[in-house]
């Protein structure tokens, strides 16, 4: 059964800095591109970066570029999303989830979210 | 960046009625489009994909049309597990931006 686990979703201060994981299981890990897509409380989904199977094709939007980074490891089967620089406008759920294997960009599996709130 | 507008926003309806979502793309995306239903609190769930292509396990009175810049999501029967909120998702070009979402609520 594939299988996405977010982790790492905190109050943080504005400005300040989180490192959210993803734990992927029941797949071939490296074979997919991996997304985050985030959704401020009671919003729609914003796409927010991907990144290629081997890491080194990466994209963002605009909003987080210059202050979130997307990697991967494959040899632990996970996904990261650093974010720096936070702002209050960053607070939602973030999602995990893959990319469907043969057409990147629609997303066949998501992770159940992890909450990030920037407040003071 | 390829803007995506949902019709309506709210639609209510009742079990048996068919529906129907709209989405349009501000440029053509061909047939790079995705349908996705989040229930509250939960991940979103992939319905259909390449704009018309079912995926596996969705139940067939869900079913997906349109390319260019023009699609649509229909429900045949709604049933009351379809009570939920709809999004369309284009792909063609980053960044893949979503539609605004269709609230499915009982009439």
């Known amino acids: 059964e594939v299988q996405l686990v977010e982790s790492g979703g905190d109050l943080v201060q504005p400005g300040g800095s989180l490192r959210l994981s993803c734990a992927a299981s029941g797949f071939t890990f490296s074979r997919y591109w991996m997304t985050w897509v985030r959704q401020a409380p009671g919003k729609g989904l914003e796409w927010v970066a991907n990144i290629k199977q081997d890491g080194s094709e990466k994209y963002y939007v605009d909003s987080v570029k210059g202050r979130f980074t997307i990697s991967r490891d494959n040899a632990k089967n996970s996904l990261y999303l650093q974010m720096n620089s936070l702002r209050a406008e960053d607070t939602a759920v973030y999602y995990c989830?893959?990319?469907?294997?043969?057409?990147?960009?629609?997303?066949?599996?998501w992770g159940q979210g992890a909450l990030v709130t920037v407040s003071s | 960046d390829i803007q995506m507008t949902q019709s309506p926003s709210t639609l209510s309806a009742s079990v048996g009625d068919r529906v129907t979502i709209t989405c349009r793309a501000s440029?053509?995306?061909?047939?790079?489009l995705a349908w996705y239903q989040q229930k509250p609190g939960k991940a979103p769930n992939l319905l259909i994909n390449?704009?018309?292509s079912l995926e596996s396990g969705v139940p067939s009175r869900f079913s997906g049309s349109g390319s260019g810049t023009e699609f649509t999501l229909t429900i045949s029967s709604l049933q009351p597990d379809d009570f939920a909120t709809y999004y369309c998702q284009q792909y063609k070009t980053i960044p893949y931006i979503f539609g605004q979402g269709t609230k499915l609520e009982v009439k």
């Open positions: 440029q053509s995306i061909v047939s790079w």
């Open positions: 390449r704009a018309s």
């Open positions: 989830a893959r990319d469907f294997v043969s057409e990147v960009g629609a997303l066949d599996k």
